[in-house]
C-alpha cells in the first residue's frame, strides 16, 4: 500500500463536492466509463444518483490506496458510502459507488446451510487471465473456510485493512474472524449465499469485482469488492453489500 493518498482524497473530494452541488457535469469528469453507482435502496445503474451522504461535511473518510486503485469509505450513523478509484492514464477515476443503509428493512433471513459448491467450489465465472483466476480461487478459499469455521485460513485471505459493510454488520478484520470463531463455538451452518453473476476490473496489483449474491431464502444482493496483490497472495480489501430492496423474496 502506497503512502500518501492525498491525490485520491483530492479526486474524491471533486466528486462528493460535485455530487453535492447537482453539478453532473463536474462529476462525470471523475467517474470511468465503466462506471456502476449502487444506492442505498440496491437499484444498479451507470448514471449519477444523489448520494446518500450529501457533501459529506465533518466526515473523515477511510483512504487506502494501492498502486493504481484505492478504496474510500465514508459513514454517518447507519448510513455508509464505498468509492472505488482506478488510475487511468488521465487521473483517477471513480469505477464503483456503493451505498449501503442500515435503518431500512432487515433483509429476510431463512434457515441456513451447512455447505454448498457456489461460490466456495464453482462460480458463474471464466477467468480471463491469470490474476482473475488467482484473485478468485482466494476468494473461493476464504468462502470455504467461512463454511468450515475456519477463522485463521479465512484470516489469511483478507487483508489487515479489511471491511465488510452489510444490512446488518460492519465488521473489521477481527471482528469478522470472532464471528466464525463464535459460529465454530455454537455450530452455525454458514454457508455465503451463491454468486449469480460478477463482472472484474483489473489494474496493477488489484481486482474489483462487482457482482450479485443470491441467499439461500431472502432477497439477492448486490455487492462490491476490492483485491489486492500482497506479498505475492491476493487478499480481499474491502466488501460491500447491499439487499435489493425491490427484489422478490426467493427460497433455492
Known amino acids: 500500500m502506497n503512502a500518501g493518498p492525498d491525490d485520491v482524497l483530492r479526486a474524491d473530494r471533486a466528486l462528493v463536492t460535485a455530487l453535492a452541488a447537482g453539478d453532473r457535469v463536474a462529476a462525470a469528469e471523475l467517474i470511468d466509463a465503466d462506471f456502476s453507482w449502487i444506492d442505498a435502496h440496491g437499484r444498479t445503474s451507470r448514471e449519477i444518483g444523489v448520494p446518500l ?3 459529506e461535511a465533518g466526515l473523515s473518510p477511510i483512504v487506502h490506496r494501492y498502486e493504481e486503485s484505492a478504496s ?3 459513514e454517518r450513523g447507519k448510513h455508509f458510502a464505498l468509492r472505488l478509484w482506478i488510475k487511468r492514464p488521465a487521473g483517477w477515476r471513480c469505477l464503483v459507488y456503493h451505498e449501503v443503509a442500515q435503518d431500512l428493512p432487515a433483509p429476510p433471513h431463512g434457515p441456513g446451510r451447512r455447505d454448498h459448491d457456489n461460490p466456495a467450489r464453482s462460480i458463474p465465472y471464466v477467468p480471463g487471465n491469470d490474476d482473475e483466476r488467482d484473485a478468485l480461487a482466494s476468494w473461493q478459499r476464504l468462502e470455504q473456510a467461512v463454511i468450515e469455521h475456519d477463522a485463521e485460513t479465512w484470516a489469511a485471505h483478507v487483508a489487515d ?3 465488510v459493510l452489510g444490512p446488518t454488520r460492519r465488521h473489521t478484520k477481527a471482528d469478522r474472524k470472532a ?6 463455538r455454537k455450530d452455525t451452518p454458514s454457508a455465503p449465499a451463491p454468486l449469480v453473476w ?5 489494474v496493477k496489483d488489484a481486482i474489483i469485482m462487482r457482482c450479485q449474491h443470491q441467499p439461500f431464502h431472502g432477497k439477492a444482493a448486490q455487492v ?4 489486492i496483490q500482497r506479498d505475492g497472495r491476493w487478499l480481499m480489501a474491502v466488501s460491500f453489500q447491499t439487499t435489493e430492496q425491490d427484489a422478490p423474496v426467493k427460497t433455492l
Open 161 to 163: 485493512e479489511f471491511l
Open 72 to 74: 474510500v469509505v465514508a
Open 198 to 202: 460478477a463482472k472484474l476490473h483489473g
Open 224 to 227: 462490491s469488492r476490492l483485491f
Open 179 to 184: 464471528v466464525l470463531e463464535e459460529q465454530k
Open 53 to 55: 451522504l450529501g457533501d
